[in-house]
């Protein structure tokens, strides 16, 4: 050896040494923290990485130490024969490295979803734990929650004032609202029992179920129908029906909840609209129609009373003209309840007690028509204000709705006329009702049109309830009529009081 390859000598020899030790002290310090984290992966890691090193540390640094032992003994020939097996080692070594790497990065990828899994593990575990020591008042918020929004919809069902119905499919009844029992006349005291009834049984046709499950069967709903409803004593009502298939069955099955409203009102104030215009129409005619005959019949009857100046009182000509004047009248007659119907001159009107008006027309009637036994009875309601009226037309009202009364009753019944006040209104009500033979439906509509009468032919000319009609409405009142076949009718009169109800 010469002076001049000491220093590689040296550093091969010092630095094999110093790989072999600083290789060791690796794995010493990697097995202290494995001691402290036997579970952690990464010093498990970096364990397996330092012995791998170290191994390769021993197999190169014992590689480089045994040629230059070789080679200072001169066995060169030894060096060369070991050499191959010391490459084969470090190569060894290196794979074992990469390995252990390749194992460990699939590995670690395990260890991160373990540690999720045991992070969800942990958060599961104190989410239970929460529950477990709150579970009993978790109960308790949950209930009283429960319990507040099944009032609160319970209170929905029970105060509405329209009939909320649940149904099964086949229309079986599961649950009804007061509103709803009230309206078909189902009650505690009386038939309050739904078990196996039919919502199609409260249909006033039966085939109206079939369209109305039909289209909720087809769409899922039925929205703003209208069809009649048979109540307590055969009674129908106009309902606007909606309703919805509920798609989570309960212990009944499918179910059908629908909302019915009640516009039975509305549709009698249409009907009631149309016919205040249909009499406006009228009077406007009947107005220009009565002037025109007014006219004419007045020079007849001028020169039929000339005529009968001159003729002696008992000739057969003087009979004739008597004849044509009586039939003149009664055709004036006529077309001035024509002209009275439709005039819209205000009337005279006083603050007048009802009441007396009503005993003052029963006393003339009783004194001019046979009653027989027929009953007029009065059930008058105390303290009534006065009302603004004009006392002569309103008269004219009550004895027309006598009359009528008295006609409908015949030689036996009663008829009661009944006072009453509302006072959300400000309105005094005055209703004529008889016991005798009604009004037929179909003619409720046209009760009130001119020259239409249920009388036999002569007995009546049908202007009286039109005038009268026209009398009230100038009062800024109101008349209608109820009526059944065999059940009597009922004529009610609304008017306005003459103040304001506070201030009495």
């Not at 020591?133 to 319970?154: C, D, M, W």
Request: glycine letters at 8%.
């Amino acid at each position: 050896m010469t002076i001049t390859s000491f220093p590689i000598w040296f550093v091969d020899v010092v630095g094999s040494v110093l790989m072999i030790v600083f290789s060791f002290i690796s794995v010493g310090y990697c097995l202290q923290l494995k001691n402290k984290a036997p579970t952690d992966i990464i010093i498990n890691y970096l364990l397996w990485v330092c012995v791998a090193l170290a191994v390769f540390a021993i197999s190169r640094s014992a590689g480089h130490l045994l040629k230059q032992i070789f080679l200072l003994i001169d066995r060169r020939d030894l060096w060369t024969a070991i050499q191959p097996f010391s490459g084969a080692v470090n190569t060894f070594t290196f794979i074992v490295v990469a390995s252990v790497t390749l194992f460990f990065e699939r590995t670690w990828a395990i260890y991160g979803t373990i540690l999720k899994d045991r992070q969800a593990l942990q958060n599961a575990h104190e989410e239970l734990l929460y529950l477990n020591q709150n579970l009993e008042q978790l109960v308790e918020k949950r209930t009283e929650a429960l319990v507040i929004s099944e009032q609160k919809y319970r209170r929905i069902f029970e105060v509405s004032k329209d009939m909320i119905l649940v149904t099964r499919t086949d229309g079986r009844i599961v649950n009804l609202n007061p509103a709803g029992e009230q309206l078909v006349g189902i009650t505690a005291a009386g038939d309050g029992n739904l078990e196996g009834r039919f919502f199609q049984s409260f249909l006033s046709h039966p085939e109206d179920w079939n369209v109305i499950s039909r289209h909720i069967e087809d769409h899922g709903f039925i929205s703003s129908a209208e069809f009649d409803l048979i109540l307590e004593g055969d009674a129908r009502r106009r309902v606007l029906l909606s309703g919805s298939l509920s798609r989570n069955p309960s212990d009944e099955g499918e179910t059908i909840h629908f909302l019915i409203k009640d516009i039975e009102q509305r549709r009698l104030m249409q009907k009631q609209m149309a016919q205040a215009d249909k009499l406006a129409s009228i009077g406007e005619l009947s107005s220009g129609i009565a002037h025109e005959i007014n006219n004419p019949l007045g020079i007849i009857l001028g020169y039929t009373q000339l005529l009968l100046r001159s003729e002696p009182p008992h000739s057969d000509r003087f009979s004739d003209l008597k004849t044509i004047e009586k039939h003149v009248k009664s055709c004036k007659a006529i077309v001035e309840d024509l002209l009275n119907f439709a005039r819209t001159s205000s009337p005279q009107k006083e603050n007048l007690d009802i009441h007396v008006v009503i005993s003052e027309v029963i006393g003339f009637v009783r004194h001019h028509s046979n009653l027989e036994n027929i009953q007029i009875e009065t059930v008058f309601a105390p303290d009534l204000p006065l009302v603004l009226m004009d006392e002569k037309k309103i008269k004219q009202v009550l004895i027309n709705l006598l009359m009528n009364a008295i006609h409908a009753v015949g030689r036996n019944g009663t008829i009661t006329i009944t006072t009453g006040l509302n006072e959300s209104a400000s309105r005094i009500a005055v209703e004529v009702s008889d016991t005798g033979h009604g009004i037929e439906q179909e003619n409720l509509l046209r009760i009130f049109d001119p020259f239409f009468t249920t009388k036999p032919t002569g007995e009546g000319t049908g202007l009286g309830l039109s005038v009268s009609y026209g009398i009230i409405k100038g009062h800024g009142g109101n008349i209608t009529v109820k009526s059944e076949p065999g059940r009597g009718a009922a004529f009610t009169i609304a008017l306005p009081t003459t103040a304001p109800l506070s201030g009495r």
